[in-house]
Structures are given as structure tokens and as C-alpha cells.
């Protein structure tokens, strides 16, 4: 067990994320305030910075397991932002010194930030304020999968109808609110859970109320996450089509139907394929397919072979998530040092897909990354050129406010002369964000501004 001396809790929760990447949390210990007389395999001092005090916590690890990390002491959730930031005063050459020597963060990583980086700089933008991102939630699943850390639950009638109630009343709100300050939506998107779980009568309202409401002749991009394909039918893909989105997001997350049952999707493999054969017949003109690698039970071979089948679905944008095992899922309550353990082997999916998905014309132009990923690893979403998501590179760049309705969105207002972001909540549990409707409008009548 290594023990290490840290001067306060911050330090200590700080530097847990760091060493719980090395090693699995029973194997070192840190110490705050320290007796004089304890003795410790390594001692951080008040005086340190915090990157200094990772820094040291970072080569300590490295030498003692002989591992190294592929996003070295980066913990942040937005890589690409901080590379931005950076090359706001340094050559690239620099920035990417800085990242390697600094942050430790391996060259392929550096590589990676640095084509992401440039494929958004040749996304054609419209001018910031007055246009805004819309993000509209629905908190439903047919089921609940495995990894599940959402506030998502499983619909019913009842609890969805009440739901939409509410909604209705925030879209008149923010749709009153962003018309009289003249703002207009650049892009729109529902997501969830999964939005198509609603029938197709309550998808057909909430898609008229939208488009009647927010779209305008200045929205360039309206997407809606369908998730799992046993939630889409052509009533439902027509209705897509008629109010305007152009873009849905149908996610197989595996290709291979053992893995689809242990993780709870209700739905197999060529129902996928059926999903999007009618999603192209509908006229939906942009699919994303989001992919994870790092699912129980799945080897490198099984997650190639769900890649080369999402390849034959030639989806315009394909998303590599890494597992995330949050407190909040079921798996972690089966496994506590899953993201540890499957580390490598993750890695190993991630730098593959990448090499794979590159031959085939899909170039990175997002990525972030969450607590808890295997392997500490991140998430990259890819797009044939030109299809790029909009919404997708504004919510990571934080550069556009975007306001978000419905149970658990949190609006992020931001001031360009500032450079700040201001946070405007609501609550997360869908029957309390009902209840206090009311307020969470006043909340935002507020807040936007
Ligand atoms: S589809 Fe997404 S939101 Fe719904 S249960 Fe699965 S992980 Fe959670």
C-alpha cells in the first residue's frame, strides 16, 4: 500500500482521480495533515500548485508501476477547449510542447486534440449571439440499460403525458423569452433518454410545438436522438421529417446481440439494421451511430466487428464512446474497479476504431472526456466531411449559450466580452421538475439575458 502525505482534502480528492487511474483504490492511501512521525512513500507540500502537486503524484505512479497515461494528468472533461485557449497565444508546435512536457499527455492524444482542433475550424459557424443552441430532454427509456447513470426512466403513459405538460409550458416560455430579445435558434436538439420512446401522437405534438415555436428560417441544424431502434417506426420518422430535423441519432452502442442482452437494450443487432434501412427510406437525410467500446464481456475482435457492421450502415457521423462506470449505474454495484480493469483492452478498441474509421472517410471533430471512463480514456465523435454537428462542437467549446428545457437540463448563458458562463438549472427528477414548472420558468426568465 502507498501512503502519501497531502497539506489539505482538495489536494486529496484531486489527486485520488489521478492515482485511481494507476492503480485500484486498496492499493494507496492519502493522508491529510500528516503526525510528524508517520513515515510515507512520497510527501506533497502546501506550496504546490495543483498541476505541480499531479505533476509529482503523476511521475511517482509512472515510476513506481511503469505505466504511463495516455491524457497524462489532464482530468478536465474539455481537452480541445484547453488546447484552444492555449493557441490563443502560442504556435501550435508550442502548444503541443505544453501538452506533452506539462500535461503529460501522450503524442498520440496530442495528435488527436490537434486534427479535432482543426476539422472544427473548418465548420462554417453563424455569428454568436444573437443565435443560441436549444437542447430539449426527454427523461423516458423503454428500458433501463446496465450503465445507465442518467436520471432516465422507464416510460409509461401517464408519467409522459403529465411530462409534456410541463414542457409545453418552458417551450412558450423560452420561445417568448428568446423572441423578444431577438435571439434565434442556430440548433435544436432533442435528446433524452430517448425521445422516440414517447407514441408517435405525443412525438408528433412535441415536434410541432418545437418546430411552430423555436425552429426559425435561421436554424441550421435540427436533430433528434431516436437511441434505440425499437423505439422508430415510419410514423414516427415521417413526423421527424415533416417539422424540420434533418439530423436523428440511432445508437447501437454493440453490433453483437450477447452484449446487447447483458446490458439491457431491448432490441437485437438486425433490428438496428431494420431501424436504419427505414430511417433512409423516411428521407432522413443524416444518421449518427454511437458505438461503445468497453462493454462487459467484449474484446477487441467484437468491438471491430460492430465497428466494420456500423461501416455497412454508412451512417454521415459515427460517435466512439468509452464506457463510463458512474456511481449511479447498476454495473458499478457489480463491479467496483471495472473502468480499472478494462483499461487497456479499451484503449486498444479506441486507437483501432480511430485508424479504421480515418480509411473510411469519417474525420474526428468532437471529443470529450467524463470521470470514471475505462482506461481514462474519452469520447470522439466522427463525421464524413461536411456533416459535422454544430450543436455537438458548440456544447464542448462553450463558446454559445445554450438553453436547455426539460428535468435535469442545465442552461449555460454565455457573455462573450466576459469569456463567463452562467448556469441556470432545473431539477433533475422529472415529477419534481412537474410540480415546480412554475419556477424553473421563472428561473429562466430570469437567467436568459
Ligand atoms: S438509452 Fe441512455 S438514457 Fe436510456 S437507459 Fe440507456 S443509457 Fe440510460
Same mark, same amino acid.
Given at each position: 500500500?502507498?501512503?502519501?502525505?497531502?497539506?489539505?482534502?482538495?489536494?486529496?480528492?484531486?489527486?485520488?482521480?489521478?492515482?485511481?487511474?494507476?492503480?485500484?483504490?486498496?492499493?494507496?492511501?492519502?493522508?491529510?495533515?500528516?503526525?510528524?512521525?508517520?513515515?510515507?512513500?512520497?510527501?506533497?507540500?502546501?506550496?504546490?500548485?495543483?498541476?505541480?502537486?499531479?505533476?509529482?503524484?503523476?511521475?511517482?505512479?509512472?515510476?513506481?508501476?511503469?505505466?504511463?497515461?495516455?491524457?497524462?494528468?489532464?482530468?478536465?472533461?474539455?481537452?480541445?477547449?484547453?488546447?484552444?485557449?492555449?493557441?490563443?497565444?502560442?504556435?501550435?508546435?508550442?502548444?503541443?510542447?505544453?501538452?506533452?512536457?506539462?500535461?503529460?499527455?501522450?503524442?498520440?492524444?496530442?495528435?488527436?486534440?490537434?486534427?479535432?482542433?482543426?476539422?472544427?475550424?473548418?465548420?462554417?459557424?453563424?455569428?454568436?449571439?444573437?443565435?443560441?443552441?436549444?437542447?430539449?430532454?426527454?427523461?423516458?427509456?423503454?428500458?433501463?440499460?446496465?450503465?445507465?447513470?442518467?436520471?432516465?426512466?422507464?416510460?409509461?403513459?401517464?408519467?409522459?403525458?403529465?411530462?409534456?405538460?410541463?414542457?409545453?409550458?418552458?417551450?412558450?416560455?423560452?420561445?417568448?423569452?428568446?423572441?423578444?430579445?431577438?435571439?434565434?435558434?442556430?440548433?435544436?436538439?432533442?435528446?433524452?433518454?430517448?425521445?422516440?420512446?414517447?407514441?408517435?401522437?405525443?412525438?408528433?405534438?412535441?415536434?410541432?410545438?418545437?418546430?411552430?415555436?423555436?425552429?426559425?428560417?435561421?436554424?441550421?441544424?435540427?436533430?433528434?436522438?431516436?437511441?434505440?431502434?425499437?423505439?422508430?417506426?415510419?410514423?414516427?420518422?415521417?413526423?421527424?421529417?415533416?417539422?424540420?430535423?434533418?439530423?436523428?441519432?440511432?445508437?447501437?452502442?454493440?453490433?453483437?446481440?450477447?452484449?446487447?442482452?447483458?446490458?439491457?437494450?431491448?432490441?437485437?443487432?438486425?433490428?438496428?439494421?431494420?431501424?436504419?434501412?427505414?430511417?433512409?427510406?423516411?428521407?432522413?437525410?443524416?444518421?449518427?451511430?454511437?458505438?461503445?467500446?468497453?462493454?462487459?464481456?467484449?474484446?477487441?475482435?467484437?468491438?471491430?466487428?460492430?465497428?466494420?457492421?456500423?461501416?455497412?450502415?454508412?451512417?454521415? @457521423?459515427? $460517435?466512439?464512446?468509452? +464506457? /463510463?462506470?458512474?456511481? !449511479?449505474?447498476?454495473?458499478? &454495484?457489480?463491479?467496483?474497479? *471495472?473502468?480499472?480493469?478494462?483499461? @487497456?483492452? $479499451?484503449?486498444?478498441? +479506441? /486507437?483501432?476504431?480511430? !485508424?479504421?474509421?480515418?480509411? &473510411?472517410?469519417?474525420?474526428? *471533430?468532437?471529443?470529450?472526456?467524463?470521470?470514471?471512463?475505462?482506461?481514462? +480514456?474519452?469520447?470522439?465523435?466522427?463525421?464524413?466531411?461536411?456533416?459535422?454537428?454544430?450543436?455537438?462542437?458548440?456544447?464542448?467549446?462553450?463558446?454559445?449559450?445554450?438553453?436547455?428545457?426539460?428535468?435535469?437540463?442545465?442552461?449555460?448563458?454565455?457573455?462573450?466580452?466576459?469569456?463567463?458562463?452562467?448556469?441556470?438549472?432545473?431539477?433533475?427528477?422529472?415529477?419534481?421538475?412537474?410540480?415546480?414548472?412554475?419556477?424553473?420558468?421563472?428561473?429562466?426568465?430570469?437567467?436568459?439575458?
Amino acid at each position: 500500500m502507498y501512503r502519501i502525505a497531502v497539506p489539505d482534502q482538495k489536494s486529496k480528492y484531486r489527486l485520488a482521480e489521478l492515482a485511481n487511474m494507476f492503480l485500484p483504490s486498496s492499493a494507496y492511501e492519502f493522508v491529510v495533515e500528516p503526525n510528524s512521525h508517520e513515515s510515507f512513500d512520497l510527501v506533497l507540500e502546501t506550496e504546490e500548485h495543483s498541476n505541480r502537486q499531479k505533476q509529482i503524484v503523476y511521475d511517482f505512479f509512472t515510476r513506481e508501476t511503469g505505466r504511463t497515461l495516455d491524457w497524462g494528468i489532464l482530468t478536465g472533461v474539455r481537452p480541445v477547449k484547453l488546447l484552444s485557449e492555449m493557441l490563443q497565444s502560442r504556435p501550435v508546435a508550442e502548444a503541443a510542447a505544453l501538452l506533452r512536457q506539462e500535461y503529460r499527455v501522450a503524442k498520440d492524444k496530442v495528435d488527436l486534440l490537434i486534427e479535432v482542433y482543426t476539422t472544427q475550424k473548418s465548420v462554417n459557424f453563424a455569428e454568436a449571439p444573437p443565435a443560441v443552441g436549444i437542447y430539449i430532454g426527454i427523461p423516458f427509456c423503454p428500458t433501463r440499460c446496465l450503465y445507465c447513470s442518467f436520471p432516465s426512466n422507464v416510460i409509461s403513459r401517464d408519467g409522459s403525458e403529465r411530462y409534456l405538460s410541463a414542457l409545453y409550458k418552458e417551450i412558450e416560455a423560452v420561445s417568448d423569452r428568446i423572441g423578444k430579445l431577438g435571439w434565434h435558434a442556430e440548433s435544436i436538439y432533442i435528446g433524452g433518454g430517448t425521445p422516440t420512446s414517447l407514441d408517435q401522437a405525443q412525438l408528433q405534438e412535441l415536434l410541432r410545438r418545437v418546430s411552430q415555436s423555436i425552429y426559425s428560417e435561421h436554424t441550421r441544424e435540427f436533430t433528434v436522438e431516436c437511441g434505440r431502434p425499437d423505439t422508430i417506426d415510419v410514423a414516427k420518422l415521417n413526423a421527424i421529417r415533416q417539422w424540420g430535423a434533418e439530423r436523428i441519432s440511432i445508437n447501437p452502442q454493440t453490433m453483437v446481440d450477447r452484449t446487447l442482452e447483458r446490458i439491457g437494450r431491448s432490441h437485437n443487432a438486425q433490428q438496428i439494421r431494420e431501424a436504419f434501412s427505414l430511417a433512409s427510406a423516411c428521407g432522413i437525410p443524416l444518421i449518427n451511430a454511437d458505438l461503445i467500446a468497453g462493454l462487459p464481456g467484449e474484446t477487441a475482435a467484437d468491438f471491430r466487428y460492430s465497428l466494420e457492421q456500423v461501416f455497412m450502415l454508412k451512417p454521415a @457521423n459515427i $460517435t466512439i464512446h468509452t +464506457l /463510463a462506470v458512474k456511481k !449511479a449505474s447498476r454495473l458499478i &454495484e457489480e463491479d467496483q474497479d *471495472y473502468a480499472f480493469r478494462t483499461g @487497456n483492452a $479499451t484503449a486498444e478498441m +479506441l /486507437a483501432d476504431a480511430g !485508424a479504421a474509421l480515418k480509411k &473510411e472517410g469519417y474525420r474526428p *471533430y468532437y471529443l470529450y472526456r467524463q470521470k470514471h471512463m475505462a482506461g481514462n +480514456l474519452e469520447n470522439v465523435g466522427y463525421a464524413l466531411p461536411g456533416t459535422e454537428s454544430l450543436y455537438n462542437i458548440r456544447i464542448m467549446a462553450e463558446d454559445q449559450s445554450i438553453i436547455a428545457l426539460g428535468a435535469g437540463g442545465i442552461s449555460k448563458m454565455y457573455y462573450p466580452e466576459e469569456n463567463r458562463l452562467e448556469r441556470i438549472p432545473n431539477v433533475s427528477n422529472y415529477e419534481i421538475y412537474i410540480d415546480r414548472i412554475d419556477e424553473m420558468i421563472q428561473r429562466k426568465e430570469k437567467g436568459i439575458q
